[in-house]
């Protein structure tokens, strides 16, 4: 199986040429982004000391242009094709899933939709050819050059590892996009009580206006029934959105901490107010 071609690499390659570059990603983007931001950040959209989209976007470029290495100018303007490509695409599956964008190049000239703009398009061109020219001779050489029988070992609890990683991120995603929606449906409800008890309030005012004085004590008891009514609702509701953001912000948000110190520009598309509030009491939690 290990020994499968695929346009020129064998499938063993394959593998750990990916496991490699989604180290040498997520090294990159750590460096990248603590220098920008001056503190350490582990960027990435796994716990894991790696950023598929890397090893992915590698994968691609090397099967697809290795045979254009001798011409720079097609080699670059391929790696930033193909990367770029890959950077929509990403991007916009995340959103589609996930409800969230992970970055966002809308305040960038020459973007698309936030996903992509020309600035980091020719950045990854450029990376794409020096890692073809540069790195990856050494890369090939490290893999063909390691044991086989040790590599067609440790390749299985290797992927394993980022299969776990993949599914308890998803998991973990997938309970704060519910969370999200109880808040904002909680929420929505504490609204509608408090508009419900101010239209009530109104109509019972406008009704009685103009009625005699002996009416007024009458009216005056049902406003307060009507008050004491959504006002019990209203208890109950706040109360359990206290403990909805309460479980959010426990320490078992561990997972959500990490993505949102990695992309401290990340958006969600279904719940943006919530979200951003969830961020903004986070940040105070953490001292940010």
Not at 104 to 121: A, E, T, V
């Amino acid at each position: 199986m290990w020994q499968t071609q695929i346009l020129g690499f064998s499938l063993y390659q394959l593998v750990w040429f990916f496991v490699l570059y989604s180290f040498l990603g997520w090294c990159s983007e750590v460096c990248f982004c603590s220098i920008n931001t001056g503190k350490w950040v582990n960027r990435g959209f796994l716990s894991g000391p790696v950023c598929p989209i890397y090893g992915f976007g590698m994968l691609i470029i090397l099967v697809a242009l290795t045979p254009l290495k001798h011409n720079l100018l097609l080699l670059f303007l391929g790696a930033m094709l193909l990367a770029s490509l890959l950077e929509l695409v990403t991007g916009y599956l995340l959103k589609k899933f996930f409800h969230t964008s992970w970055w966002d190049y809308s305040d960038h000239r020459f973007q698309l939709g936030g996903y992509i703009c020309l600035k980091f398009s020719i950045l990854w061109g450029a990376a794409g050819t020096a890692v073809v020219l540069l790195v990856h001779p050494a890369i090939q050489m490290l893999v063909d050059h390691f044991p086989p029988l040790l590599g067609k070992v440790l390749i299985w609890p290797v992927l394993a590892l980022f299969v776990c990683d993949a599914v308890v991120t998803v998991v973990n995603i997938t309970k704060l996009n519910r969370s999200l929606g109880e808040i904002s449906r909680l929420t929505a409800l504490l609204q509608d009580g408090t508009d419900h008890l101010a239209q009530n309030l109104g109509s019972e005012a406008l009704a009685a206006h103009g009625k005699l004085e002996e009416g007024k004590a009458a009216w005056n008891a049902r406003r307060e029934g009507a008050e004491a009514a959504v006002q019990a609702g209203r208890v109950e509701m706040q109360a359990r959105l206290d403990l909805a953001r309460a479980d959010l912000l426990d320490q078992r948000l561990r997972v959500e901490k990490r993505l949102l110190h990695a992309f401290p520009r990340m958006k969600h598309t279904a719940y943006a107010e919530t979200f951003e509030e969830l961020k903004r009491a986070l940040r105070e939690k953490w001292g940010e």
